[in-house]
């Protein structure tokens, strides 16, 4: 990993998608793990995949973990 970046998850929001965001810009609404971890590595976060995103104690979950993704 280049370096470390905050990542914000927000709560899901009526149609189940989560704000992310990374380094203080919103990357999107995710809908799964795996968008997540897309996310992360477009914003230059190497050897992500969704047991990272799961486990990892560097991204902050406002409104549930990551296992929350309805409204």
Do not use: C, N, Q
């Not at 609404?29 to 477009?42: H, K, M, T, V």
């Amino acid at each position: 990993m280049a370096s470390v970046m905050p990542v914000v998850v927000y709560p899901p929001d009526e149609g189940g998608g989560r704000r992310v965001r990374v380094d203080g810009e919103i990357l999107g609404r995710a809908y799964s793990l795996r968008d997540i971890a897309e996310f992360l590595r477009r914003a230059g976060i190497e050897e992500v995949d969704e047991g990272y995103v799961a486990m990892s104690g560097l991204i902050e979950w406002r409104g549930g973990g990551p296992d929350i993704w309805e409204h």
